[in-house]
């Protein structure tokens, strides 16, 4: 497996960021269905609702404050929390935990998300980043330091 340039974490695979984006994705899913059924609604009325101008700039706000909130606290998302992963700084290797780094870090992923090059470009990548780490110049690796052989 590849380590980051200069540090000893081991990047994340391509797989297990997959996974941690899903796991992620279905949680907020899960949140916005019961938050949609607390106001009176349906799952069905959820399902069925119109994409518009509104819905998307409450998405990017809501990617933006979940990074906001979760960067400082698991440095990364909870999909990377939950499979043990974290994102750090791929210039100094340090743990990528501020707020405001979280919060663009997170838009800039959820913008990303409506273009197909940003979203395929991790399958290419030698150092398994999306488009957004390379903005960000973040890595996503293992959470726990790798052991000198």
Do not use: C
């Amino acid at each position: 497996m590849e380590q980051t340039p200069e540090y000893q974490y081991k990047i994340a695979s391509k797989g297990k960021r997959l996974l941690a984006h899903l796991l992620e994705g279905i949680i907020y899913l899960i949140i916005a269905l019961i938050y949609y059924n607390i106001l009176g609604n349906s799952v069905d009325d959820y399902l069925n609702r119109e994409v518009s101008v509104a819905n998307m700039l409450y998405s990017a706000l809501a990617s933006i404050v979940t990074g906001f909130i979760f960067y400082p606290i698991f440095s990364g998302n909870l999909g990377h929390k939950l499979l043990g992963l974290k994102v750090i700084s791929s210039k100094s290797g340090k743990d990528y935990n501020y707020a405001s780094d979280g919060a663009i870090r997170e838009l800039l992923k959820y913008l990303g998300g409506f273009l197909i090059i940003p979203v395929v470009w991790l399958l290419w990548d030698k150092e398994n980043q999306n488009l957004y780490d390379k903005v960000t110049e973040t890595f996503v690796v293992e959470n726990h330091i790798e052991e000198k052989e």
